[in-house]
């Protein structure tokens, strides 16, 4: 058992679950119900999904690295790049929060906070 990566794992579940909950009732409801053209609405709820399968494929491979599973094959690679891509995530949050004219908006667009543990975690669980 890799203690780090399952608790990066476990982080995106989490997130996973959030992202289709919360964010299908906070963001992509709204979005597809709001008055704007298909094209680019179609386009926005295609992106959601497309985090979706991100999301729930990352969660998979973090969890089933966590707990040992053998996933054919040396699998620090793969869990670094899960790593950076959920770092990347979380600056691109926090620059368009901070920059945003939203109130609070660090604390509004939170989700950043939950793909630093992430990847924070996995990082950590492929070193030493």
Request: aromatic share 14%.
């Amino acid at each position: 058992m890799k203690l780090m990566i399952l608790i990066a794992g476990f982080a995106a579940g989490f997130t996973t679950i959030g992202h289709f909950f919360i964010g299908t009732k906070q963001f992509l409801s709204p979005m597809l119900e709001s008055e704007f053209d298909q094209v680019p609405k179609k386009v926005m709820h295609c992106v959601f999904h497309y985090v979706s399968v991100f999301l729930i494929a990352s969660t998979a491979v973090l969890l089933l690295d966590g707990f040992g599973v053998d996933l054919g094959g040396d699998t620090i690679l793969l869990v670094r790049f899960i790593s950076v891509n959920y770092a990347a995530f979380a600056i691109w949050q926090i620059l368009i929060a901070a920059t945003s004219s939203i109130p609070n908006g660090l604390f509004k667009l939170f989700q950043w906070i939950f793909f630093v543990i992430i990847s924070v975690c996995a990082m950590l669980g492929t070193m030493g």
